[in-house]
């Protein structure tokens, strides 16, 4: 009797303006016929504006509710904000799918700790353009973003060696980047 191998929970992480969302979208689309991928989109008590960030939207009621009745995968706190991701995340693990999520390095630890075989992928960007992106997000003003841009995003685990992407250049070579980082997890 076969056994299905372990799906993997890529946990992609980098500070604001890098590019996570623009770089998973793409690699979305990019493999949307290999089943051996799942993108999950995160839920956030914020708005929902797929320009910006892709999530769904929910009421921090609701969050509330759906977190004291377990229906999370991993929940997490940033930026004044309530995260989660859904609890197909589990679902699509069990079935060997290699699954995709936008995280904040806050949770990677307890991420590492209920999904051993999750992988790090830490996007970087150089720092102006990262401005840049943050300007035309519109969410901020000049003296926020100065802020953000200042402050030094959660140390990962020391243990924890990460799979770097700059995606200081165009989006078709960041996203080509991240889709063969992707698929060769896929091919273990």
Known sequence: MNERPPGVLVLVVGPSGVGKDT??????QALDADKRFSF??????????????DHLSIEPEEFAAALASGRFALHWEAHGLNYALPLGV????????IVVANVSR????????????????????EISLRAER???RGRENRDQIAA?????????????????????????????????????LAEG
Do not use: C, M, W
């Open 90 to 97: 589990d679902t699509d693990l069990a079935l060997g799918r």
């Open 134 to 136: 943050l300007a035309k």
């Open 148 to 184: 953000r841009l200042a402050r030094e995003g959660a140390a990962l685990p020391a243990d924890v060696e990460p799979i770097l992407i700059d995606n200081s250049k165009s989006v078709g070579i960041g996203v080509t980047a991240f889709v063969l980082t992707l698929r060769a």
């Open 23 to 28: 770089l998973i979208t793409g690699a979305r």
């Open 106 to 125: 806050h949770v990677v630890p307890i991420a590492l700790s209920k999904y051993p075989t999750s992988r790090v992928v830490l996007v970087s960007a």
């Open 40 to 53: 999950v989109r995160r839920l956030v008590t914020r708005p929902t504006d797929i320009e910006l960030e």
